[in-house]
């Protein structure tokens, strides 16, 4: 019998595939990352057969990659030579979500908007807001500490994260964390395992906190500016001049054009980057007007504010095309250094300078009223990985981030993608703590080996 069939008689029936064409569909996330080859996957239904795989994973030294929707841009989901994919997208229940508590507690699973829209039938929301909410999974977002549009007002995914549930790498299930608002009980373990890419364990339920939604539906404008500079510089005036946004998203010219080429959206030729932004307070109207007289007042060439909800949803919708019609240009590097707002426009001018210095086509959109930018660097379709000079604009962009005093990744993660710069930002002694915690939860190294530390 070989290794796998042990695993097969130990879960029910039609949990592991091993078809290899099957696995291959497993075995990779949106990235270039070219995947190993996998023993097999296992659909997990339920907790149990979590713990049942992490056993048997122990037992017999085999790596294990969780994995979500597939929709991460860092490689995190993977797949290695002899691993085992872990799917846990049919863990799809919402065990329990209390209007009066404004929580809820949900599987790995369930795909994010499909939360949001339980939690609006009772007047709350669930804040996160990756772009790729439709189809991303709460323990996808979990493992990366996911970001998205609404960040700037709500924060990332692990301010929402309040406990979970997690089956370590010898099959030991552990509880973090609690229901309430508040609580200081030991370490943070929570906050360990949200952002830890699978490395640590693997989540089987969370608990997330929820919150009232708006009573009317916000307000949203799109100002266009003659230079990314301007834009930029319009961000963070808006966000000096306390406008509290609950979206605030840049897009540059060569995203804009990529988008139009998809989908008219009537483009001017003197529009060079574009602002998008929205307020969800009591006061929506009077806190977009006057986001929009910053706009004027910072170059903006025309605002277009919107009178309807239908309206709103279609200015959002043009940043929420921006990935898809990227994708229609070629292979993507999709990258996500975040930087203090103060020095956002250098960034954005840094990122201007690579392009040009290397000869490389970079599209960038940016959840600009918290700093974090997502240069996506545009390459053959085909090719194995980017070429030299896609590397070399990367190289300077991340070095660039640092020096002003940024970070290598906001919200995708390190996955595979960032290993290569992770020590620059790091730093030994980081490094150290780092693979002492790894081997305190996964003293074998089985799970996730390779990914974000």
């Not at 549930?165 to 508040?182: I, P, Q, S």
């Not at 392009?355 to 600009?368: E, N």
């Not at 991340?398 to 940024?406: D, I």
Request: aromatic share 4%; charged share 20%.
């Amino acid at each position: 019998m070989s290794v796998i069939d042990t695993l097969i008689d130990r879960l029910p029936d039609g949990r592991v595939l091993t078809d290899p064409d099957v696995i291959d569909s497993y075995a990779r996330d949106k990235t270039f990352c070219e995947p190993g080859k996998a023993l097999g996957v296992v659909l997990a239904g339920s907790r149990e057969d979590v713990v049942t795989t992490l056993r048997w994973a122990s037992e017999h030294r085999v790596p294990v990659v969780p994995r979500g929707a597939g929709t991460g841009l860092a490689g995190a989901a993977t797949a290695g030579d002899g691993s085992i994919v872990l799917s846990l997208a049919r863990m799809t229940a919402i065990r329990e979500l209390s209007p009066a508590d404004e929580i809820a507690v949900v599987e790995p699973g369930v795909i994010t908007a499909d939360l949001d829209r339980a939690a609006r039938a009772h007047g709350l929301m669930y804040a996160p807001d990756p772009s790729s909410y439709e189809i991303s999974t709460i323990g996808g977002n979990l493992a990366t500490n996911a970001g998205g549009l609404r960040c700037v007002k709500y924060g990332v995914t692990r301010d929402s994260a309040l406990g979970l549930e997690v089956v370590l790498a010898d099959g030991r299930v552990l509880n973090t964390g609690r229901r309430t608002m508040k609580g200081v009980t030991g370490y943070d373990l929570t906050g360990l395992f949200v952002g830890s890419e699978g490395t640590l364990g693997v989540i089987t339920a969370a608990t997330v906190r929820l919150r009232r939604a708006p009573e009317a539906p916000p307000a949203t404008f799109a100002a266009e500016f003659g230079s990314l500079r301007e834009a930029g510089a319009a961000v963070s005036a808006i966000m000096a001049a306390g406008c509290q946004p609950s979206l605030l998203e840049l897009l540059d010219r060569a995203t804009l054009e990529a988008i139009d080429d998809m989908r008219s959206i009537g483009l001017e030729a003197a529009t060079m980057a574009m602002l998008i932004g929205q307020s969800d307070a009591t006061d929506s109207a009077a806190a977009v007007a006057r986001m929009q007289e910053v706009c004027e007042a910072h170059g903006a060439a025309f605002v277009a504010v919107s009178s309807s909800p239908a309206e709103a949803e279609e200015l959002i919708g043009v940043r929420r095309m921006a990935y898809h019609a990227k994708e229609r240009l070629g292979a993507c590097l999709v990258e996500d250094v975040c930087v203090p707002r103060s020095v956002l426009p250098d960034m954005i001018g840094a990122i201007e300078a690579a392009a040009v210095r290397h000869g490389v086509k970079i599209c960038t959109v940016a959840h600009a009223g918290d700093g974090n930018l997502h240069p996506v660097f545009i390459f053959d379709r085909g090719a194995a990985e980017p070429p030299p000079e896609v590397w070399a604009a990367a190289d300077e962009v991340f070095t660039r981030a640092l020096a002003l005093g940024g970070t290598l990744t906001g919200e995708h993660g390190v996955g595979l993608l960032k290993r290569r710069w992770l020590a620059l930002e790091t730093g030994e002694v980081v490094e150290e703590i780092h693979h002492g915690i790894k081997a305190v939860f996964d003293p074998l190294g089985i799970l996730n080996p390779g990914k974000a530390i």
